[in-house]
């Protein structure tokens, strides 16, 4: 029969994040082009040991039932991390569990924008929340990414110009880019949006994982009833938990909060109680460090080899998290590039997808978290040969 | 500062069940307001045993980021299960797992509906349905029920008179009123279905759960290109890990894969693992036999207890599930009763927020899944003398 879709869904672009996930695990290809944290580095053993407690102390109450807010104590232990390591007077009844923080874009958007209101993004920005921000029909605006943030006079420019609902952008190591905000920005940004009905929405996926180890201080500390924030434990625990968070005033908190009761009740609750669980067992510090220097290692070869093999590409240098974007040569298109790679069992994945507006056609990103530094090494060889091959007449 | 919502987060009627759960977790009440499975019921030594399993041999992969359809042998045990039991004609591409069968109503809402589209639902009907549609905003158009399943003239006449888009129904021991469609009715339903644009939303949280353990025909099996059935885990397994599915024609699910994927790009891995192993380690049958034998021993204790103490009020006799609805004598309103209710230490809950046109003042839902015998015993008696007091002049 014929389907009477809503308008809603004709608008979303064709996505190429499920196809990622399936060429990613193809274990032939050795993919930058996903998005995922090194498997390695999870603490099954760890979460193995926080699981079995649970089961075996609580399991009864785990496995029913829970409130829509989350679990008290993982709460208590979001907002006490954000007052101590970033200072944000955070406390439990201003953070709400979601299902890692892509739910986040979802209600966000769905308690906030009717079709036709204007958001305002980075550009390039990130993917999942363009295609999570589409279904409720907004009318998309860029402000181009230097590597120290958002041009402030396009930025200023954009907020003036029209009564944008939010702004949503990733200070920290931004997907895909792997630009910080610098300080400056980051003010510049708070100061721009000040007294004006434009929320800013921070995503801060990545901000655990700058390589120096040092936190940078969130938009959010600088507008706080003007901003939310959103993270999760998914890039430093394991994502398979799906576990993120959302940090906001009461007031934008209530009106999540009905959202989420709407769309799914509750988080699983088992996966709540076996991560608090974690958490209290574990030196959350002492682990991140060991990604972070990792993840840095990586980042550092993968440069290397892009400046050794391909210096006709400039490329991002980021300062943590799990990505950079690399612009390739005058006339190369990055699909030819992307599909001459899983010809040659290297993944790269395509810019065009995070610039909303069109562009970005000769860039891609590269993901450094999830293939040891072998791998980058081997992987970023095929790759070398792929773009010369491209790029030979 | 004055926060812009969206004009649909306005119109989202204030809800009772985040209240509900609260007042359930005060131990001093007994109640039967809420919506919980038996805890006892829950076979936590099983699903511990499930979890070490998938932990000690597979937990770096369940920890890790998964494909947004779900944990492909969960799908293609739900599916050989409808083929099994049902003679539903399913296959595991035609499965896709979400947080709860909640989430279904969320994304198919999402899918399918435009502001100012018409829905038909039951009268009374599912409350967290009505939450979850009214984010889209649609005109709302309701049948009455009556124990045997929708009044067909008012059925008819509903899908003649205007084009709507889904009628959402649980023909399987219906929430909140307990009744069940009769045969004749499914097959009326979809006869009157069948060749319109109208699409059949069947919700089957319960039809496991049948106190003669004889599954019933679903709607579904009469409108295979025209119907989608959702189900859950969370009646007959555990609620708190949160999987639930919908099973629908693949040109459906492919637009609800892609809302699925905005929303929250899948769900929790780690518990499908679980799920999924311990499935492959017990007989579910068995474990559902003996929910279903203690649920029908409370079911009609809960009965012969209206009978006896509450001659005065009207009630539905269940099948099978989790709930009935009584009716109060003429004047005397459920609110009255709830409130006196929680004074008293017993908890029903007020009809009216499952009659979205208006009425069921006079109606309250009773759970019997989630209480002993011997609460059941003394909540009933509280609420003997709660409603006598509220009776007397």
Chains 1, 2 share one sequence.
């Not at 979601?98 to 993917?127: T, W």
Request: glycine share 8%; proline share 7%.
């Amino acid at each position: 029969m014929q389907y009477r879709f809503a308008d809603r869904i004709a608008r979303v672009p064709p996505s190429f994040l499920g196809e990622l996930f399936r060429v990613s695990s193809d274990p032939a290809i050795i993919s930058f082009a996903g998005g995922l944290p090194s498997s390695a580095l999870i603490d099954v053993e760890g979460m193995a040991d926080a699981a079995r407690q649970v089961m075996d102390e609580e399991g009864r109450t785990a496995l029913q039932y829970s409130t829509t807010d989350g679990f008290l104590p993982l709460r208590e232990y979001i907002a006490a991390r954000y007052r101590n390591r970033l200072r944000v007077p955070a406390t439990a009844d201003e953070i709400q569990i979601v299902n890692g923080s892509q739910q986040c874009l979802d209600l966000f958007a769905k308690i906030f924008l009717n079709p036709g209101d204007h958001v305002g993004m980075e550009r390039p920005g990130y993917l999942g929340a363009i295609e999570a921000f589409s279904l409720y029909e907004p009318v998309f605006h860029t402000v181009p990414l230097d590597e120290a943030g958002p041009e402030m006079a396009a930025f200023e420019k954009m907020v003036t110009a029209m009564p944008v609902k939010f702004f949503y952008g990733i200070p920290n190591s931004q997907n895909p880019s792997g630009c910080t905000y610098a300080e400056d920005r980051r003010r510049g940004v708070a100061e721009a949006l000040e007294g004006t009905g434009t929320l800013f929405y921070e995503d801060d996926a990545f901000g655990e994982l700058f390589f120096d180890g040092r936190p940078r201080v969130p938009v959010t500390r600088y507008l706080p009833e003007q901003a939310v924030m959103s993270g999760s434990f998914s890039k430093i625990i394991a994502p398979g938990m799906r576990i993120g968070w959302l940090y906001a005033p009461p007031e934008v908190l209530r009106a999540f909060n009905i959202a989420k009761q709407a769309a799914d009740l509750h988080s699983n609750f088992l996966c709540q109680k076996i991560l608090h669980r974690y958490l209290t067992m574990h030196d959350l510090d002492a682990h991140i460090r060991k990604i972070v220097s990792v993840y840095g290692r990586q980042c550092r070869l993968m440069c290397d080899l892009l400046d050794d093999l391909l210096p006709e590409l400039r490329h991002t240098t980021p300062q943590g998290g799990m990505f950079m974007t690399a612009t390739l040569p005058p006339g190369l298109s990055s699909m030819k590039v992307f599909y001459a790679g899983i010809e040659n069992n290297v993944a790269v994945l395509p810019g065009t997808p995070f610039f909303i507006d069109g562009g970005g056609t000769d860039t891609i990103r590269l993901n450094f978290s999830n293939a040891s530094e072998e791998k980058i090494k081997e992987g970023m060889g095929r790759l070398a040969r792929v773009i010369r091959s491209c790029m030979s007449p």
